[in-house]
């Protein structure tokens, strides 16, 4: 199959046409996470506070297998734009084998720390456990997780986003099968309540690994020849992981940061506040996923031209997807604001869990273009090599911030949790100008060689 150069070409166009799949793929993953969080609130409010705890500890998981593949695709792009087959195969093999090792690791200490980090989140009896169901299994099948990520950076950074949409959307509907047999054991089947949302997801995530290998196999010609011994050098594993850890640590700040909001939201609030919160998470990543699909995109699109040293095309793709990504969040910004309560009503009818959600959703839409500016941003930076940006700016945003800004706005001003809301759009709006700052500064060096 003939693969797409994207050292040439209309950027724009290139843009959206990748960013597109990617997105569309995306709104199917967050309605996968979705549905899980509809029928988690089906079961008790005490479940759906337990399953929005164990999305933190989760994510985690996410984080450390999504860097690693970012560091990956970085890698595999900038080889792909300097036309270095051979380059290509080592990266390819050594990045699989790196993220198998990592994978299994992380499911080992995962499935036996992460009930601790639920209790240390505030966890106790009902919540505790429906969140330690759901989170053991899901740390059980993390191998699963990570070669789907693995297998989607050898398509994505080639600028194939197409086989990774159709298993979202394939994944989906499978869930939405699934959820409710495994959850409420109709039938006569047992009644796994939340083990029964993470037993889906993981037989989700296997036949994904099928479906992806395969396309691997046939798109880019990949076959276990590439696993030869000759393959593997530790030079360039060091290199992955380089390029992966920065943006690691990065979402693992961003996880600690929901780690952090949750303890803070229990210092002021309850249960249902909790649950608002998680409800509200799931629509606010509907609303950012063009954000999401542009970063892909970008990361692919720079990791070519800066391969091809093509450095003018690189800051093009900037402005381009800064232009594109900040129209239509405006749009979703308006859509969000009037439709917040109905939308959080949709999951769960408590009142006070209404409440919260919609109040987080009113105030929080104020960042949605921050997201976009930092998402693409930190993607420009990826691609041209300088990942250690992330770190930074999500220790910031994540770590450093939110426990002066929630103490302060929370606890010594008294506004409760209104002021948690509050602590997240500052430290989100002042990362983002941080951001524009260092690729600004960046892309200027770039430009003089």
């Given at each position: 199959m003939?693969?797409d150069?994207?050292?040439?070409?209309?950027?724009?166009?290139?843009?959206?046409?990748?960013?597109?799949?990617?997105?569309?793929?995306?709104?199917?993953?967050?309605?996968?996470?979705?549905?899980?969080?509809?029928?988690?609130?089906?079961?008790s409010?005490?479940?759906?506070?337990?399953?929005s705890?164990?999305?933190?500890?989760?994510f985690?998981?996410?984080?450390?297998?999504?860097?690693?593949?970012?560091?990956?695709?970085?890698?595999?792009?900038?080889?792909?734009?300097?036309?270095?087959?051979?380059?290509?195969?080592?990266?390819?093999?050594?990045?699989?084998?790196?993220?198998?090792?990592?994978?299994?690791?992380?499911?080992?200490?995962?499935?036996?720390?992460?009930?601790?980090?639920?209790?240390?989140?505030?966890?106790?009896?009902?919540?505790?456990?429906?969140?330690?169901?759901?989170v053991?299994?899901?740390?059980?099948?993390?191998?699963?997780?990570?070669?789907?990520s693995?297998?989607n950076?050898?398509?994505?950074?080639?600028?194939?986003t197409?086989?990774?949409?159709?298993?979202?959307?394939?994944?989906?509907?499978?869930?939405?099968?699934?959820?409710?047999?495994l959850?409420?054991?109709?039938?006569?089947?047992?009644?796994?309540?939340?083990?029964?949302?993470?037993?889906?997801?993981?037989?989700?995530?296997?036949?994904?690994?099928?479906?992806?290998f395969?396309?691997?196999?046939?798109?880019?010609?990949?076959?276990?020849?590439?696993?030869?011994?000759?393959?593997?050098?530790?030079?360039?594993?060091?290199?992955?992981?380089?390029?992966?850890?920065?943006?690691?640590?990065?979402?693992?700040?961003?996880?600690?940061?929901?780690?952090?909001i949750?303890?803070?939201i229990?210092?002021?609030?309850?249960d249902?506040?909790?649950?608002?919160?998680?409800?509200?998470?799931?629509?606010?990543?509907?609303?950012?996923?063009?954000?999401?699909?542009?970063?892909?995109?970008?990361?692919?699109i720079a990791?070519?031209?800066?391969?091809?040293?093509?450095?003018?095309?690189?800051?093009?793709?900037?402005?381009?997807?800064?232009?594109?990504?900040?129209?239509?969040?405006?749009?979703?910004?308006?859509?969000?604001?009037?439709?917040?309560?109905?939308?959080?009503?949709?999951?769960?009818?408590d009142?006070?869990?209404?409440?919260?959600?919609?109040?987080?959703?009113?105030?929080?839409?104020?960042?949605?273009?921050?997201?976009?500016?930092?998402?693409?941003g930190?993607?420009?930076?990826?691609?041209?090599?300088?990942?250690?940006?992330?770190?930074?700016?999500?220790?910031?945003?994540?770590?450093?911030?939110?426990?002066?800004?929630?103490n302060?706005?929370?606890?010594?001003?008294?506004?409760?949790?209104?002021?948690?809301?509050?602590?997240?759009?500052?430290?989100?709006?002042?990362?983002?100008?941080?951001?524009?700052?260092?690729?600004?500064?960046?892309?200027?060096?770039?430009?003089?060689?």
């Amino acid at each position: 199959m003939q693969l797409d150069d994207y050292t040439k070409g209309d950027l724009k166009k290139q843009l959206i046409t990748m960013a597109v799949p990617v997105s569309v793929g995306l709104f199917f993953n967050t309605m996968f996470n979705v549905v899980d969080t509809f029928y988690a609130g089906k079961l008790s409010t005490a479940s759906l506070a337990g399953m929005s705890l164990s999305f933190s500890v989760f994510f985690m998981l996410i984080a450390i297998v999504s860097g690693v593949s970012t560091g990956l695709s970085a890698l595999l792009s900038i080889a792909s734009g300097k036309k270095d087959d051979k380059e290509v195969q080592i990266l390819t093999a050594n990045g699989m084998i790196l993220t198998l090792c990592i994978s299994i690791v992380i499911s080992v200490i995962g499935f036996f720390v992460s009930p601790l980090l639920l209790q240390v989140l505030g966890a106790r009896g009902e919540t505790l456990t429906q969140g330690a169901y759901y989170v053991k299994a899901i740390y059980a099948g993390a191998i699963f997780f990570g070669l789907n990520s693995a297998l989607n950076a050898l398509l994505s950074s080639r600028g194939v986003t197409k086989p990774y949409r159709n298993f979202l959307v394939f994944g989906f509907f499978l869930n939405l099968i699934l959820d409710p047999i495994l959850i409420f054991g109709p039938f006569g089947l047992p009644k796994l309540g939340t083990m029964g949302v993470a037993l889906a997801t993981i037989i989700v995530q296997i036949i994904g690994n099928l479906y992806l290998f395969s396309k691997c196999r046939h798109i880019l010609n990949i076959s276990t020849g590439i696993f030869a011994r000759k393959n593997f050098q530790l030079k360039t594993q060091f290199a992955i992981l380089s390029q992966g850890i920065p943006a690691s640590l990065n979402m693992l700040t961003i996880a600690m940061g929901v780690f952090v909001i949750n303890y803070f939201i229990y210092q002021h609030g309850d249960d249902s506040a909790i649950a608002g919160y998680g409800v509200a998470m799931r629509i606010e990543q509907l609303a950012l996923l063009p954000a999401l699909g542009l970063n892909t995109a970008a990361l692919t699109i720079a990791g070519q031209n800066y391969g091809a040293g093509k450095y003018d095309r690189i800051n093009e793709t900037y402005k381009e997807g800064l232009k594109i990504g900040i129209l239509i969040m405006t749009i979703g910004m308006f859509l969000i604001f009037p439709f917040a309560s109905f939308l959080i009503g949709i999951f769960n009818n408590d009142k006070k869990v209404v409440f919260e959600g919609a109040r987080y959703l009113r105030i929080e839409f104020i960042a949605f273009n921050a997201y976009i500016i930092l998402n693409i941003g930190l993607s420009i930076l990826q691609a041209i090599k300088k990942p250690h940006y992330a770190i930074w700016i999500g220790i910031y945003r994540q770590l450093l911030m939110p426990f002066l800004l929630f103490n302060l706005f929370g606890s010594i001003l008294g506004w409760g949790l209104v002021g948690i809301w509050w602590g997240i759009v500052t430290t989100t709006w002042t990362g983002a100008i941080a951001c524009l700052f260092f690729v600004k500064y960046e892309l200027s060096k770039l430009s003089s060689h």
